[in-house]
């Protein structure tokens, strides 16, 4: 069977992600999945810009599609032309950034309208970039945590799906903050897709609303 055809027999929603690193959040996104905390979605492939990515060896170890399209010396339109091509070869529905550390090009937000989402470890608008953990911690704030937004052309300013609360504690150094955002995170992801897959949400100006049954 081609990939369009299992994608079809399947009736899935199929995830394409895409990650740089050590794939903490794509290994909790493939466990919801194992789980079934989200029945509805397949990964269909996982494509990191980094070919010794950690993440892409865990997503072999699954018997995953695990694609390296690597970043280096090539423009960014080339480099993201060729992972747009690699996510359509792969019949993808939604795109989630998984600790996937370049900016998407305009051309790839268009490529896939509000099918591209993202996961941030700070409560939005607050701390975007790098860092945001120690950012957190210079800043002083006392609380921080992780939002899952959809992607846009601005960096980590699309329209927010959802949050988790972090507290800062006084003890707290990057990691130990690290650790903890990244437990709130694991639980994040997978309920921000369920929620975008369900399609029982609408968008007013910048607000994500939930489509409650009457
Ligand atoms: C996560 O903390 C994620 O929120 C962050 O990178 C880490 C990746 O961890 N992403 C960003 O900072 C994007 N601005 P992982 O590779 O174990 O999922």
């Not at 990964?43 to 399209?69: C, E, Q, T, Y």
């Not at 470890?121 to 975007?128: E, F, H, N, V």
């Not at 921000?192 to 910048?206: C, F, M």
Request: net charge negative; aromatic share 4%.
């Amino acid at each position: 069977m081609s990939a369009p055809e299992r994608a079809e027999a399947s009736g899935r929603k199929r995830l394409g992600i895409l990650l740089s690193g050590r794939g903490s959040n794509f290994v909790a996104i493939a466990d919801a999945i194992a789980d079934d905390r989200l029945p509805g979605a397949e990964i269909a492939v996982v494509i990191s810009n980094k070919a010794d990515a950690p993440g892409l060896a865990a997503a072999r170890a699954r018997n995953l599609n695990a694609v390296s399209i690597e970043a280096r010396g090539r423009k960014r339109a080339e480099h993201d032309a060729e992972i747009i091509a690699c996510l359509r070869e792969h019949q993808v529905d939604l795109v989630c950034l998984a600790g996937y550390m370049r900016l998407l090009s305009q051309e790839f937000v268009a490529a896939f309208p509000q099918r591209i989402l993202n996961i941030h470890p700070s409560l939005l608008p607050a701390l975007p970039g790098l860092d945001a953990q120690q950012q957190a911690l210079d800043y002083g704030v006392k609380v921080t945590g992780c939002t899952v937004h959809f992607v846009d052309e601005q960096l980590d300013h699309g329209i927010i799906i959802l949050q988790k609360v972090v507290p800062v504690q006084d003890e707290d150094n990057a990691d130990t903050l690290a650790t903890r955002i990244l437990q709130q995170e694991h639980i994040a992801y997978a309920e921000a897709i369920a929620r975008v897959l369900s399609g029982q949400y609408r968008i007013t100006g910048r607000r994500y609303l939930l489509d409650h049954a009457s």
